[in-house]
């Protein structure tokens, strides 16, 4: 049958879209729809080509492996073509081919199959001439390739030199050049600092710091390779199956990916598949799918090739992990700890073998850099059980009303003020005392032994009275009874009581401890002592303006910000008032008539001290007028050292600080060195 002229015409638009992802894939490194568009793509037209072989062109894609080479580049022609692989995406595809090769090769005996992780990288061939590597190339075309040698040889993994001496004159090895997940992840964050271009995935970045004119680019690049095949040999002898070629090539000191394994029959290449799929994840690098080869070289022989790809070799592909898909509207998430995170409600798309109907945009930073609006039609990825995320916007394909998104000024939980310092990514909500949606974090911050010393109020504990609404937020805690707290699952009354008398106890405490547990953005023990000592009481600090407070030691604009913004929120205030109802207190501070002894002073505590604990002391510090720090610097004035200090003793020799053992500090303390120096100091070791 003859196509119609509708059919004809929808060939003829297929190629041309075809060509042009091409040519954005292979030469551009930058493409703009996911694998999966672009396979579905592909198969349609090679379906309407074998309904109607009168389409098939001898330039349509169809027939070809990649693209042309680039001219800026020279061309490199490959006597033996590299050739690309079918895919078959099902149980049912996979059979039928196995069922080609025995009927090709008429036989009823089982298969055996080398199987293999498909790496999504760029084709290189590696070509060694008495053991050193004298040209690499990429496929290009298939026939015609670029020369990229110099920057090639910037890839650690590839030897210069082969190893031993039973390597033939002339050895060409084909492989996948690559770019590990972690380092791909890490070259992305430090281009986004500088200003420079984001790749999409790891392929592309693979195949742009290839193809780079300085190879001082590519050496800069975290690259790497394994090898898969091999193309002209001459003047030696490999192995007689695939899997021997593979251990001959790693003994010349070539990488080789060591998940690959030989299996017997299509039934067991399938198990490969799903052990290869299970662990997708966390393998180091991308794969799309996986490979299955007939292991022995005689059999590859008598199947031949057809156009583009070997009749002895298959690519089984995963289910797609990106997926075309349209943002319909943007909600905002708040997290335990008060950051807000956008999140896009998709059109519903199957994704990974899931459907997915949300994706998360991370923050307003990365809405901006991607520039996704509602409306867009956006590119998500699914891993494992990773969040799904919108990678990027088509933007051809926009439409000409999108709605920009834009960050909320009240929290859409419980209306509090949002906040975002300058330079931050994250925006939080500022209702840290009452938000349901911090409330559990609020209340174990509070109960923590740096904050109210509750003891017995666990982590699992408070989940429990937040989710039976015993209590709603800190101030609760005070208001439980014997009989509510022993009703609950596993608290025994003697349990209960102990969690009474320890919430009584906790009642009493000081300025800089409560400051501290009310959980305010960046406000330390440090901070909150440095406030404490600064304005002796908490109405000042509540009615305190941002200048005032950066008039406090180690306070700069955006801690200051964070204290005034929380004091500002009626319902923080409302939670506060009824702690203090509860009997709340501390004793009164007087602020020191005279500068305090260590006033100005950074000082460091290692090791274990026999007269009191860490904290102890460091309260003792405090209170004199120090700053307390965990690290050794040139500012540091002194360290303390108590049994086994470690290294940052050392560290504080090295730099020339001085280091004073606990006696001296004993002294220090009960005010002994009127000046403020610690006097006989001596190294301690």
Known sequence: MKASKKIVEEAKKLREIIEEHNRRYYILDAPTIPDSEYDRLFRQLQTLESQYPELKTLDSPTQRIGAEPLKRFTQVKHEIPMLSLSNVFSKEELIAFDKRIHDRLKTDQIIEYACEPKLDGLAVSLLYEDGILVRAATRGDGSTGEDITQNVKTIKEIPLKLKGKDCPKILEVRGEVYMPKQGFELFNQAAQKRGEKIFANPRNAAAGSVRQLDSKITALRPLSMYCYEIGKVADGQLGTTHSDILKQLKQLGLPVIPETEVVKGIENCLAYYKKIGDKRDQLPYEIDGVVYKVNHNKLQKELGFVSRAPRWAIAHKYPAQEELTVIQVVDFQVGRTGALTPVA?????SV???TVSNA??????????KDIRIGDTVIIRRAGDVIPEVVSVIKDQRPTRTKSITLPKQCPVCDAAIVKAEGEAIARCSGGLYCPAQRKEAIKHFASRKAMDVDGLGDKLVDQLVDVELIHHVAD?????????ASLERMAEKSADNLLKALEKSRSTTLSKFLYSLGI???GETTAHNLALHFGNLETIINADEETLQSVTEIGPIVAKHIYTFFKQPHNLQIIELLMKAGIHWPAMTKPKTKQILSGKTIVLTGTLSSMTRQEAKAKLQALGARVSSSVSENTDFVIAGESPGSKVDKALALGVKVIDEEEFRRLIENQCP??????????K
Do not use: C, F, S, W
């Open 521 to 523: 953005r960046e406000v």
């Open 477 to 485: 805690l005070y208001q439980l009874t014997l009989d509510q707290l």
């Open 675 to 684: 000046r403020g120096k610690p006097r006989g100091i001596k190294p301690v």
């Open 352 to 354: 990974g073998g899931a």
């Open 345 to 349: 409600r998709l059109k519903p798309v």
């Open 360 to 369: 998360t945009l991370h923050n307003m930073d990365e809405v901006e850099r």
